[in-house]
């Protein structure tokens, strides 16, 4: 009788483990954060008719969003729709509180990223940046170009970039990446 009521407590402890177990999984899963999710969050908002303390708060939530993203959905989130309408209603200033909030931890996740890639695949990925920024050197005119060089929030990001580069890519990737950080010089240099 006393063995028994031994195997019945052990099932019973058995059964609760895996119902807590499975419900842990399942808690994790509904609060992990995505692209499609960010998308609707913003989606459902509008800044433009919000008080300043508001859309600061709906912002500053944004930004707690995106920074719970893994780097392929936050690779995807940035070309939202929602995101881009949504970027386009903050005033300078909000958007540089934005990418305070952001941009290092995007830049380190990318760090990452690109640290991780073998050295075929950096190359690709570096020849595709310095076609997409032969590109758009030859797309934007001249004024257009230097209007984007001189915004302070593109300089905060290239500023950013430049500084995750040096700190956190590998001697690997840094040799990679040589080729695109000289054209960039170029294009900064004859920005002047």
Do not use: C
Not at 42 to 55: H, P
């Amino acid at each position: 009788m006393r063995q028994r009521h031994v195997w019945i407590l052990g099932a019973l402890a058995l059964a609760v483990t895996w119902i807590a177990t499975f419900a842990a999984m399942w808690l994790a899963r509904s609060q992990t954060m995505t692209a499609e999710k960010a998308a609707a969050w913003i989606s459902e908002r509008s800044l433009s008719s919000l008080s300043e303390d508001q859309r600061l708060r709906t912002i500053e939530e944004l930004a707690r969003r995106v920074n719970r993203l893994s780097f392929e959905e936050r690779q995807k989130f940035r070309f939202e729709r929602s995101l881009r309408s949504f970027y386009r209603e903050m005033t300078d200033a909000e958007r540089a509180r934005y990418l305070d909030l952001t941009l290092s931890g995007g830049m380190k996740q990318m760090m990452d990223a690109f640290n991780k890639m073998t050295p075929d695949q950096r190359k690709r990925l570096v020849n595709r940046a310095m076609n997409e920024l032969g590109r758009a050197q030859d797309e934007t005119g001249r004024a257009e170009l230097d209007k984007a060089l001189n915004d302070q929030n593109i300089k905060r990001i290239v500023d950013q970039g430049l500084k995750t580069y040096f700190t956190d890519a590998n001697a690997s990737a840094k040799l990679d990446a040589q080729p695109l950080l000289e054209q960039m010089q170029s294009v900064l240099q004859t920005a002047k």
